[in-house]
């Protein structure tokens, strides 16, 4: 990994994201030797520490299992803490001052980790900026943020704007950790290394792509958070807009960060604004389980938030002329899943009594899994050409690697310790996946349309399986 000292400094180490996801993926990095062996890590925030023993040890709960024993104290031993606000300069230059000594003034990297509620982004990103980098030929500064990044186009704009005149574009690390998941990255690797799948991809003989994000759980805790954003711009207009943009995107020139987000950006500027039509809101009410949504005390009275979302995007170029792609979303769902669905049109002339279609799956979750829906014939003494059943060419993880797959938090940080931008989010991106959705979201902030109610623990509202079964109906047949 390189001799230089890193610095990597985690702002708001006493809050929940920290403990739960940024110091276990530091553990994990640094118990694999992906980290530089002087590193050095900083926990910020504004509380007072007086015993630094106690705020490490915190950690250990969190920490991935192997490995844990031999390296746990070697680990913590290299955490320090420094108090401070997010909107003084004067904490900063002390941070600068803390960190400079630890890096004993020679040439050092850092990594600044905001695991900061949005409102401080740009206090922190300032301070930074005015007080904390490091001169560029001495070694490089990079800032990891985490969303929320604005809550329409021009908000999210306005925070681009903001960041823009602190850092450069490159120092700039948005992370939204879908793109850390393995079944995720995949998804490049899986389209154009293979000719079958490239050959393939194009509304020739695609006839849908369904792209599916499903909770068991409901906001329990987080209604007071979650109330403010809502399940479109929770997980749809980041998560399952950077899923959409990887399976549509064309073929990138290169596999520099740089070309793969060219092209991301290129397709996401042809995905039409979603209009209310297309889009069914839903909100979950209790079962016997579980309290609705309006149930949870830190919810506003009569919210109208969207729990549940299905929409069908159109994607105005070629290759996706006519193809929809549905995206659906929802909480307190009768199970967990983060599924791609790639189907494939009906022949024709269907061969033999063949009448399903050839389906690709890309499971990201529970299960990392990829599977083809193909029909063969049934095998076996007596049985004929006609004798055919559906089944799958199964490629199941677990099943076929023996290599634990990483935490998208770890890969992330990884990469970014090591420059690598292809997997965060780059701000032209960022601004094309919110048009996509802002008009829609602007519609049911203001109540022109009102969420359906489901039963927690069920499909979703009835009417969502309704729009999806008329659709296929609708597009059956050759286009
Ligand atoms: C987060 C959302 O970004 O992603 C949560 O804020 C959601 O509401 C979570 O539960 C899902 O992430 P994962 O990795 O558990 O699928």
């Given at each position: 990994v390189g001799e230089r000292p890193l610095s990597i400094v985690v702002f708001g180490a006493t809050g929940d994201l920290a403990k739960k996801k940024t110091f276990p993926a530091l553990f994990k990095l640094y118990t694999e030797g992906l980290?530089?062996?002087?590193v050095n890590i900083i926990g910020y925030a504004r509380s007072e520490v007086t015993d630094i023993l106690a705020f490490r040890k915190k950690f250990i709960a969190y920490f991935p299992g192997k490995g844990k024993e031999c390296h746990v104290d070697h680990f913590l031993a290299r955490i320090a803490y420094v108090q401070g606000s997010y909107d003084d300069p004067a904490d900063f230059a002390k941070l600068d001052a803390f960190l400079r000594n630890l890096e004993e003034n020679t040439k050092g990297n850092r990594l600044y980790y905001l695991?900061?509620?949005?409102?401080?982004f740009v206090g922190a990103c300032t301070g930074i900026s005015k007080a904390a980098m490091i001169p560029e030929e001495y070694g490089w500064v990079r800032v990891i943020v985490e969303k929320p990044?604005?809550?329409d186009l021009a908000t999210s704009n306005e925070l681009s704007h903001q960041l823009s005149q602190l850092l450069k574009e490159k120092q700039i690390f948005r992370i939204?950790?879908?793109?850390?998941k393995e079944m995720v990255q995949n998804i490049v690797t899986l389209r154009f290394a293979n000719r079958a799948f490239a050959a393939l991809w194009n509304a020739n003989n695609i006839a849908n792509v369904q792209i599916t994000f499903k909770e068991?759980?409901?906001?329990?805790?987080r209604g007071g958070y979650f109330d403010n954003f809502g399940i479109i711009r929770d997980v749809i207009q980041n998560h399952l807009t950077q899923i959409l943009a990887l399976v549509a995107m064309?073929?990138?020139?290169?596999?520099?960060a740089e070309d793969i987000r060219d092209e991301k950006v290129e397709v996401l500027r042809c995905v039409e604004p979603v209009s209310l039509e297309n889009c069914i809101i839903g909100q979950y009410t209790a079962n016997e389980a579980m309290p609705g949504y309006l149930e949870d005390p830190t919810v506003p009275k009569g919210?109208?938030?969207?729990?549940f979302a299905l929409m069908k995007l159109k994607i105005n170029n070629d290759r996706w002329r006519n193809v929809p792609f549905y995206i659906k979303a929802g909480k307190a769902l009768e199970s967990k899943a983060v599924r791609i669905r790639i189907q494939f049109h009906e022949e024709v002339?269907?061969?033999?009594?063949r009448t399903q279609r050839n389906e690709l799956v890309i499971c990201a979750q529970p299960t990392e899994a990829m599977y083809m829906k193909i029909t063969t014939k049934?095998?076996?003494?007596?049985?004929?050409?006609?004798?055919t059943h559906q089944t799958e060419l199964d490629l199941t993880y677990h099943n076929r690697y023996a290599v634990s797959l990483p935490d998208a938090y770890e890969s992330l940080i990884s990469e970014a310790v090591g420059g690598n931008s292809t997997n965060f989010v780059r701000s032209d991106e960022l601004e094309a996946a919110w048009a996509i959705f802002t008009p829609l979201l602007h519609s049911i902030d203001k109540g022109e349309v009102k969420p359906l109610p489901y039963q927690a623990?069920?499909?979703?509202?009835?009417e969502a399986d309704a729009m999806l079964a008329a659709e296929y109906r609708r597009n059956e047949g050759y286009q």
């Open positions: 980290l530089p062996a002087n695991a900061l509620p949005p409102t401080a990044f604005g809550r939204d950790h879908y793109l850390g068991k759980i409901g906001t329990e805790g064309e073929k990138p020139r290169s596999l520099s919210s109208n938030c969207p729990t002339r269907p061969f033999l009594n049934t095998p076996g003494l007596g049985k004929e050409l006609i004798d623990g069920s499909r979703g509202p009835a």
